[in-house]
């Protein structure tokens, strides 16, 4: 089982980018795929989750209205679109794959962890 996340980068405040992470060696379906983020100094957080069979999702109170999850079933992938992007949100962000039933916050209930892309936002 393999978890790739991609799309990190340098950008200015107020810009955008969209990270995805592509699932393999297994079908993800009935998982919640989830984001967390660690910046330097501080511990993981959670940031986004999103349960794969369905619309049902969760954000973090400082996301919430800038970032969106979403994913596509045929590609096995899923996607956080961040826009408005704040110094703050600067971190190595990581997708997780969770067997909940719903989306989850808590980074113990995540089996699956894949390698981070770094998200630096400069003001």
């Known amino acids: 089982v393999q978890l790739q996340a991609s799309g990190g980068g340098l950008v200015q405040a107020g810009a955008s980018l969209r990270l995805s992470c592509a699932a393999s060696?297994?079908?993800?379906?009935?998982?919640?795929m989830g984001w967390f983020r660690q910046a330097p100094g501080k511990e993981r957080e959670f940031v986004a989750a999103?349960?794969?069979?369905?619309?049902?999702?969760r954000y973090a109170d400082s996301v919430k209205g800038r970032f969106t999850i979403s994913g596509d079933n045929a590609k096995n992938t899923v996607y956080l679109q961040m826009n408005s992007l704040k110094p703050e949100d600067t971190a190595i962000y990581y997708c997780?794959?969770?067997?909940?039933?719903?989306?989850?916050?808590?980074?113990?209930?995540?089996?699956?962890w894949g390698q981070g892309t770094l998200v630096t936002v400069s003001s």
């Open positions: 060696g297994r079908t993800f379906s009935n998982y919640v």
């Open positions: 997780a794959a969770s067997g909940r039933a719903y989306p989850t916050s808590g980074a113990s209930e995540y089996n699956y």
């Open positions: 999103r349960w794969w069979g369905g619309s049902l999702t």
